[in-house]
């Protein structure tokens, strides 16, 4: 795991990356995770399979690694199963399915919020809202905003603050003037 931080700081990874490959099946869960996301940031877009496989891995971090790389790199198949998470048990894998597949328009506003209601209660539900507020705030897009809001409103310090910094990746006015967003929250 060590050796890969390393290899996160080579600027130029195409000499390894072929080797990379054959890690996404290594038996630590945090070797694959780290991996997958090595490929991501150094723009290595041709392991979609791969991504794909991983969203039924055993541990959540490798699908939430997994539905990120796909949400940069997958074709509409591949944004397709991300609907199987959207029930995931580990609710910071749900937050980011329902958060990618409403960037990608395979939800409504509507359903997000239906996504957004009760089963957002309890152990993880925190980590699962933070992950979709991350997501779902920081996407350029109107249609969202009722969302956003809903989000930027949360009770818990840990959503309201994922979702100020989607918020303020995108720059738009309309969370500059609205309410949701003033020191009263």
Known sequence: SQNLVMLDLMHDKSPIISHLKGLLEHPAPAVRAQVLDLLASAGEGEFVREASALLADQNGDVRIVAVRYLRQFGDAQALDNFHTLADDGDLRVRGV?????????????????????????????EAGRAEAAQILCGMNNSACDVVMVRLLRDESPMVMRAALEGVALTGRRFFQDSPCTSSAY
């Open 97 to 125: 399915a329902i958060g990618a597949m409403a960037q990608a328009g395979r939800m409504s506003q509507a359903q997000v919020l239906d996504a957004l209601e009760d089963p957002w209660k309890g152990t993880g539900a």
